[in-house]
């Protein structure tokens, strides 16, 4: 059984452009949910789509923004890059919610901003 | 929101030896797990425990929900234990769906 697909593995962007990321959860989940790790920070839940709906977000600005498609891909993205975003970005899929249901999780994709 | 607590922060241990890495909560949980992230960053599934015991090989977890604390035991450690382990935890409050809360992880440095 494939597991959780994120593509591109690396980024790298300048400031002030956007970048689009891409998920592709296992197959017959329906939730997919992301988030951002940093040395600082540490991992932090971005937002949660659930059958093509966004349930919930986490504390991060209207710049971050995503959606999911109707076979459960899910696309993240972030429009005028800050140095702050570099960071390592990770989805995870489940069966139904990610608050209570186990979650798996992609290779990330490591975004760098310059 | 719900605080997530592991201990130690740091430890490093001679190959063959028994560890035991704690992960405390601040509220009642739906679903707690233990991942290690490998040096290329993926997060790998070690244990779903929102409670009770369960052992895989040389790994061990054990979840008291109701003192909101979970353990995870490695025993006879290898190099390849080396890593960082988180525990995420995630409440359910009837509200909306939302994700997993992670602790800080414990990283974990294995000498041969």
Redesign the interface.
């Known amino acids: 059984k494939a597991g959780v697909t994120q593509t591109p593995r690396y980024l790298i962007k300048t400031r002030g452009q956007q970048v689009t990321l891409s998920c592709s959860p296992i197959s017959g989940h329906r939730?997919v949910?992301w988030?951002q790790?940093t040395p600082g920070q540490?991992?932090?839940?971005?937002?949660?789509y659930?059958s093509e709906t966004q349930?919930?977000k986490?504390n991060f600005p209207g710049r971050f923004s995503g959606r999911q498609f109707s076979n459960s891909r899910s696309e993240m993205n972030v429009s005028t890059l800050e140095l702050g975003d570099s960071a390592?970005y990770?989805c995870?899929s489940s069966l139904g919610?990610?608050?209570?249901?186990?979650?798996?999780?992609?290779?990330?994709t490591?975004l760098t901003v310059v | 929101g719900i605080q997530v607590e592991q201990s130690p922060p740091d430890l490093i241990l001679q190959e063959g030896a028994n560890s035991t890495l704690r992960c405390n909560f601040s509220d009642s949980v739906n679903n707690l797990q233990w991942f290690h992230q490998n040096p290329w960053g993926q997060l790998i599934n070690l244990f779903y425990i929102p409670s009770g015991t369960k052992q895989n090989g040389r790994l061990s977890a054990t979840t008291v929900a109701t003192e909101r604390y979970s353990l995870l035991y490695i025993s006879s450690s290898q190099t390849t234990d080396s890593g960082v382990y988180f525990c995420a935890v995630g409440l359910y409050s009837g509200g909306g769906a939302d994700g997993l809360t992670f602790g800080k992880g414990t990283h974990l440095i294995i000498q041969p």
């Open positions: 939730s949910s988030y790790q540490g991992l932090q839940f971005l937002f949660e659930f349930r919930n986490g390592l990770l995870a919610g990610a608050r209570d249901t186990e979650a798996f999780f992609g290779q990330g490591r």
